[in-house]
């Protein structure tokens, strides 16, 4: 497999743009309650300073959220998230006018608030379309890349007693029938995420990261989100501050299995992941 060398492209602001090479989404928390960061960038200062360094470590996207999707977490109300991303959009927006924004929501209203109103480029559901049914055929009316994720169960349920027959092959199934209708519905963009840590245990997240080639099959761009999660901490038996290691190891793998997109906290790290893996993939083509 040869995951530089495969053209992949999706189709962002009337352009192509070039997966082939994978990207890094660095991650925008505007939440208070977020697992590692939450209630870290709450004022325009800290929005424009964390953007400004992300930018400047090589983050490709910047994925915005304004609820907190961590095991257990609850729904804040969609007055609620609208408000937020809307003092942080407003924000990015005049002082970053030509970054690419994803923003993370499961919502069809904040969906389509966020790229009328504020040029939002893609859409990251955790749901994949399951928590909203008018979801889907939003999207296909906004014609934006849409990232749809794997979660068995929600938030507040997921990590309770999470059950499969075969975790990859349950998720290859998934989504084969989720992108079939999305297709149908008129979505072109589709980039998949297998959900790590959502609906999953231990056990099945390293599963799923020794196995992720599998989900090749489905022939749509792969996002992989390990960053300083409960899977790296549990192994490691460290807190999310000591995870950043065990993090780079991961998307290490993951890039080596085809990921396309890695989104991640540390942006410096996964950038610099990305090119190492660059330089193997390189010499190994040309030895071969």
Request: hydrophobic share 40%; aromatic share 6%.
């Given at each position: 497999m040869d ?6 492209t ?6 192509l743009?070039?997966?082939?090479e ?6 925008l928390n505007y ?7 939450g ?8 929005v ?6 992300m930018?400047s470590?090589?983050?490709?996207f910047?994925?915005?959220?304004a609820?907190?999707?961590r095991p ?13 991303l809307?003092?942080v959009l407003?924000?990015?927006r005049?002082?970053?006018?030509d ?21 939002a ?5 955790i749901?994949?379309?399951n928590l909203?049914e ?6 296909a009316?906004?014609q ?5 994720m ?6 507040p349920t997921?990590q309770?007693d999470?059950c499969?027959d ?12 989720r ?6 519905l008129?979505?072109?963009d ?5 959900g ?9 997240n390293y599963?799923?990261a020794a196995?992720?080639?599998?989900l090749?099959?489905?022939?749509f ?17 460290v807190?999310?501050d000591?995870?950043?290691a065990?993090?780079v190891?991961l ?24 090119k190492?893996?660059?330089?193997v993939?390189?010499?190994s083509?040309?030895?071969s």
């Open positions: 995951v530089f060398n495969k053209k992949i999706i189709s962002l602001r009337g352009d743009y070039d997966l082939s994978p990207k890094v989404m660095g991650i939440t208070p309650d977020s697992f590692y960061d209630g870290k960038y709450h004022d325009p200062g800290a424009t300073d964390r953007i400004a360094k930018t470590d090589g983050a490709d910047i994925d915005i959220g609820v907190s999707s257990g977490a609850v729904m804040v109300s969609e007055e609620d998230e609208i408000k937020r809307s003092r407003n924000v990015a005049k002082r970053f006018p970054l690419l924004i994803s923003v993370d929501t499961c919502r069809s209203k904040v969906a389509n608030m966020v790229v009328k109103e504020f040029g480029d893609m859409i990251n559901d749901s994949s379309g909203d008018k979801m889907l055929e939003t999207i009316e906004l934006v890349p849409y990232i749809a794997h979660m068995q169960g929600t938030p997921m309770k999470p499969y075969d975790v990859v092959d349950d998720i290859i199934r998934y989504f084969a029938q992108t079939r209708l999305m297709r149908y008129g979505i072109k589709i980039i998949i995420d297998p790590f840590g959502f609906g999953k245990t231990l056990e099945h599963t799923l196995r992720l080639e599998e090749e099959m489905l022939d761009p792969l996002l992989v989100g390990f960053s300083r999660k409960s899977m790296i901490c549990k192994a490691l038996r807190g999310p000591k995870a950043l065990g993090t190891a998307n290490t793998v993951a890039l080596m299995k085809g990921a396309n997109i890695l989104r991640v906290h540390d942006v410096k790290e996964a950038s610099d992941t990305i190492v893996v660059k330089h993939k390189d010499l083509a040309k030895m």
